[in-house]
């Protein structure tokens, strides 16, 4: 009887150590088997070259590392470069680099589908199949790493947690991933260089503060208005934006960390002097800047993007009331790597 071979990811540098000693062998070996998966990224037990070749028989014995594999890999017009990632059940998510000319960012995804309903976004248009692990997670992070060393000629500066799926709805997971990213024993990358963008869920947003996490926060917000953002984002009925404010208040009382509002304007639906009042007032509740992002069709008529004397509007309205807001032009378009376009479309 052959037994299931464990994921040896799944395991602490701890449980690795007891593992080697029980086995009769030397507990420093655990670390070595640590770093190798952690920080050098290997893919199979015959990449640990500092390992004999009878410890490496051993872990094959035992374990498995279900490392993903980039299935498809397509190269943007403006350098950008989105992988459709294969999981170890066969299932499929997507992750994007994302150039500009002082740093290269990994937009990764933390479920398979999404947990949320935005009627604006590709991805929700997938039934959530499952989380990502935490390995998974950090997978994708390794790969645009070594995409941005090869094509850009410069290591992987930021993350951003905006690729498929709700990140709060995968929370233990998305924290465990940081930790290893940030992890002098993973990949060593600031804290400060990683934003989780949200829609919104209030208490998971407490529960942040309440650890004390050091990453960056951002929310997808796209209405200050409860029956605009509940038509456009259903799920805010059960999360109104009271609740969503009260998070942010205390989130920033706890951190003192600025938070970022995503937010699109459409045509017809949020481009009107009281949409902009709303943000405006919204964003008084704590220190907040504006990221204005273009909008990506999804082949849907409802949601068309809105002028550009409205996106000026907003601007000049913010701007007066003293709201940092940025335009952020997306990228990776004629891909379907930007905001609101993964969709595991080939």
Known sequence: MTTQKKDIRTLSKE??????????????????????LWQKGAHN????????????????????????KVDQMQRSSDGTIKNAVKL????????????????TTACVSSQVGCSLNCKFCATARLKRMRNLNPDEIVDQVMVIDRQSKLYHDR????????GMGEPLM?????????????????????????????????????????????????????SALDD????????????PLAELKESLIYWYAKTKKRITYEYVVWDGINDRLEDIQALLTFCKA???KVN?????????????????????????????????????RSRGKDIDAACGQLANKQ
């Open 88 to 103: 170890h059940d066969g299932l499929v998510v997507e992750s994007v680099l994302i150039p500009t000319p002082k740093r």
């Open 170 to 222: 995968n929370y233990n997971n998305v924290l465990k991933a940081i930790d290893k990213i940030t992890s002098p024993e993973g990949l060593g990358m600031s804290p400060k260089r990683i934003t989780v963008s949200t829609s919104g869920v209030p208490k998971i947003i407490k529960k942040m503060a309440d650890e004390n996490v050091k990453f960056n926060l951002a929310v997808s917000l796209h």
């Open 292 to 328: 204005l992002i273009e909008y990506n069709p999804i082949d849907d008529g409802q949601f068309q993007q809105a002028s550009p004397e409205a996106i000026d509007l907003y601007v000049n309205t913010l701007q007066a009331h003293g709201v940092t807001v940025t335009v952020r």
């Open 228 to 239: 605009v953002r509940t038509e456009i984002m259903p799920f805010n009925e059960q999360m």
């Open 155 to 162: 290591p992987l500066s930021n993350i951003v947690f905006m």
């Open 45 to 68: 037990f015959d990449d640990m070259t500092n390992i004999s070749k009878e410890t490496r028989e051993l872990l094959d014995t035992y374990f498995v590392i279900n490392h993903i």
């Open 286 to 288: 704590v220190p907040s």
């Open 15 to 36: 449980a690795l150590r007891d593992f080697f000693v029980s086995e009769g062998d030397k507990a420093f070996r655990g670390n070595q088997v640590y770093e190798w």
